[in-house]
């Protein structure tokens, strides 16, 4: 017994893997890690040697590694028992930011005149795109013309799949429909947003993976890509704040896309400018207006722009527009007019008239601001307290935008979603944010902290960090 003690604190009060010693797979930094407690040493080395596995616990490392790997699954269990019920898997606004606009619900009654501008009566068919008053409000969130503006309904979500849709089957510029063009392709910088690729999927369209920078996506591959095949129709772009990294493209980035020279004449951006007003932190990023910048090049029908109010107002009950050229507004406002009547003009009105103009929202903006900041903060504080020092979970620390991006070691993203889902904390499915949802390095995953309270966000980020710490030690122990 005295032999074991000795034995054991030993080890305890050794630095095995300082530098010069690296694991087999990656470079833990174990002594972020080190159990604390002889005893609990003591009890891992009975653990050991009752399992008959003490000759191979000699080599230190692994028994090292199984010390952590208890002491961590201990800590587990207790979470588990807890019975948590968290869910950090989507961007969804918490009620707090909900109610910041719940009095537009009051604006229009059964008194009201519930007439724009124009005189338009907005309980009536038609105006397929939009009202002129909330074609002002998107073409300031947007900086481009009213004139360039279609509002639609609900969603921008919806805007793009319909876009893409009427590019399947309408040609553009005497080109052929997409759909008769053979198997064509779509730039997906990445890691990205899931629905955006669920669009594609659903198309047929290939998908072809462009890494991410910290200014935007690999410039000199979406180049490449753009001026040599035909096939390659359009890219995904979340400009500002992006989902999941939160990168802000710089000036140098959307020049670039503006000045592209496609092989293809019906290649598109679509430009989902979702964060565009959305800062997190007091002083935001600022980013270029795509618009203005492709007519320097005569390209002004690449860019296809949108935007909604779903983080603004309400999300699902917002508004939503694009913003195009003359000539890509006349191929969309065609298909708009065979596919509705008008979208919902009365909620385009209570919108304006809540939101009244762009000074207005950005003060509501503010009020958002205040409720997220101390919820990102949360988050990344617990990644720096618990990785600060490890080079081995990276995170990206945004300004905006509704995600924190974490990358862990390579084949242990899917494992941590797996054990903190078992211990009731929902986290987006690990390879969502890869087309396909396939992450070749298993290694990125988003969070979404604005939907829980300030303490749920606590004890989600402590189980969270837990379960990467666990998830890493387990596949250091099958190397
Ligand atoms: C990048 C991005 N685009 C679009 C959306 C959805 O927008 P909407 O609610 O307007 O459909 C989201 C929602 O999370 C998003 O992250």
Known sequence: MNLVKRFISTILSLSFFGPGVSAAGFALNYEEFLPKSNDFGTEVFYCAEKSGELTDYLSTKRLWLRMLELRLKNDYEKFKSYGLNLDMSRGKPCKEQINLSKDMLDIITSESDCKAANGVDCCNYGVVDGIPEAKKLFSDILGMSSESIIVGGNSSLNMMFDTISCFMFSGVNENDPWIKQGKIKFLCPSPGYDRHFAILEYFNIEPVVVPMTKTGPDMDMIEHFVSTDEKVKGIWCVPKYSNPQGITYSDETVRRLAALKPKASDFKIFWDNAYAIHDIRDEGENLLNIMEESKKYNNENLPIIFCSTSKITFPGAGVAALGASGSNLEILRKKYSIQTIGYDKLNQLRHVKFLKDFNNILGHMEKHRKILEPKFDVVLGHLQKEFAESKLVTWNEPKGGYFVSVNVVNGCAKRVVSLCKEAGLVLTPAGATYPK????????????????????????MQLFCLCVKLAMVEKELET
């Open 437 to 460: 949802g396939h992450d070749y390095d298993d290694s990125n995953i988003r969070i979404a902290p604005s939907y829980p309270s300030i303490s749920e966000l606590d004890m989600a």
